[in-house]
């Protein structure tokens, strides 16, 4: 048995964080799971904050989640795209390009956490070599066997920042999800998933939970 290599491990954890503020100076408290306030509105997801690989592959796990849930209605790109190139309108208004494209509330999304990478390393196993045991005596048959370990590990966190369009009360929700792939050699040559393709499958995770978790 290998005395090095751990168990595969997938942790997946959807937190749920409210808080709230009124377009005043005087901020409004929410009630708790107030994130449902969304559930059956119009929503334009003004922003993804985070690189460019990242801001697709996390569009694309919302759209996938919301085809799946149905838990709001997504306002077309194209119309948040109209509304941000108004004649006056001001860049990172999440209110104003929301209302502008026909949407009760505005979403934007920060990417806190997003990557993958690969460690490598090696263990052993106690095993049986006949030929050993052929040479040596049938009890001096067991040896050590060393094989190569690879862990690819990812881990996504998202903060989803939730704003009514006319009250300016917001809330923020954050999700999370960590994954490890490990592989030997014992059965051949490792092969891993590509990195981008197992970042898709973490953040799918995430966001599916997190709707799941609203749904409750």
Not at 70 to 81: N, R
Not at 87 to 97: A, T
Not at 162 to 187: A, P, Y
């Amino acid at each position: 048995m290998p005395r090095l290599l751990h168990p595969a491990l997938a942790i997946l954890t959807a937190a749920l964080l409210t808080g709230a503020a009124a377009c005043s100076s005087t901020p409004k408290k929410l009630r708790e799971n107030s994130f449902r306030m969304a559930e059956g509105k119009r929503v334009a997801l003004v922003d993804i904050d985070a690189e460019n690989s990242a801001r697709s592959i996390i569009e694309v796990s919302l759209v996938n989640a919301l085809t799946r849930t149905g838990y709001f209605d997504l306002v077309a790109k194209e119309d948040v795209t109209k509304a941000k190139a108004l004649p006056g309108m001001i860049p990172g208004d999440v209110r104003e390009i929301a209302k502008a494209a026909g949407a009760e509330f505005a979403l934007s999304i920060h990417a806190k956490k997003f990557f993958a990478e690969e460690r490598k390393g090696h263990s052993n196993e106690r095993v049986y070599d006949s030929q050993l045991a052929a040479e040596r005596g049938r009890d001096a048959g067991e040896t050590d066997r060393l094989y190569e370990v690879r862990v690819l590990e990812g881990e996504v966190e998202t903060e989803f920042v939730l704003t009514h369009v006319e009250t300016g009360d917001v809330v923020r929700s954050i999700t999370k999800n960590k994954e490890e792939v490990i592989r030997d050699s014992r059965q051949g040559a490792i092969r891993m998933p590509p990195r981008l393709r197992f970042l898709e499958q973490v953040t799918q995770k995430a966001v599916d939970a997190f709707f799941d978790q609203q749904k409750r």
